[in-house]
């Protein structure tokens, strides 16, 4: 079994920064992608920023130029820099991994429990 253990979340006001941590724990043979989703009330999940083990990052329009997922993540960890936060970044932040727990089985998503961010002034 994978864990995955997030920090980071708080209230900020508009235009804040606010840095969210996650570190993967458990049975991990490899670790392909990782990254981060939100979901605000009333409103579907969305991938926000995710990174691959090969180094190739991906993100949300609205969040492109004020997130950033840090290039020197330690092994099995990723981070989510975010800068000129809106209070339409107010959602529950969820960090995902997609794990092989051994060789030759089929990759599975893992999830962290989530951490509240609260952009208001």
């Known amino acids: 079994q994978v864990q995955l253990v997030e920090s980071g979340g708080g209230l900020v006001q508009p235009g804040g920064s606010l840095r969210l941590s996650c570190a993967a724990s458990g049975r991990i043979f490899s670790l392909s992608h990782m990254g981060w989703y939100r979901q605000a009330p009333g409103k579907q999940r969305e991938l926000v920023a995710i990174?691959?083990?090969?180094?190739?990052?991906n993100y949300l329009d609205s969040v492109k130029g004020r997130f950033t997922i840090p290039s020197d993540n330690a092994k099995n960890t990723v981070s989510l820099q975010m800068n000129s936060l809106k209070p339409e970044d107010t959602a529950v932040y969820y960090c995902?991994?997609?794990?092989?727990?051994?060789?030759?089985?089929?990759?599975?998503?893992?999830w962290g429990p989530g951490t509240q961010v609260t952009v208001s002034s």
């Open positions: 995902k991994a997609i794990v092989r727990a051994a060789a030759g089985t089929r990759p599975s998503d893992y």
């Open positions: 990174i691959t083990s090969g180094g190739i990052t």
